[in-house]
């Protein structure tokens, strides 16, 4: 889980990396889970909050 400060330390163009490696993991995470193999079920909430921290971030500073 990351923490909102940790992520606004960090530049627009490393946030908009961050969003990317979360997206690709919660796909992997879905698809686990469709099969079957899912063995961190709680990292799927994890996961989308953590998106969902850095969609809002990303939403104020483009409104500052």
């Known amino acids: ?3 909102i400060a940790d ?7 490393q946030l908009q990396e961050e969003l990317l490696s979360l997206k690709k993991e919660q796909f992997n995470l879905r698809f686990q889970a469709a099969t079957g193999q899912a063995e961190k079920t709680h990292r799927v ?7 969902a921290r ?4 990303q939403r104020q500073q483009r409104q500052a």
Do not use: S, W
């Open 1 to 3: 889980m990351t923490k």
């Open 45 to 51: 909430g994890e996961v989308r909050k953590d998106i």
């Open 7 to 13: 992520l606004r330390a960090k530049t627009p163009d």
């Open 54 to 57: 850095i969609k809002t971030l």
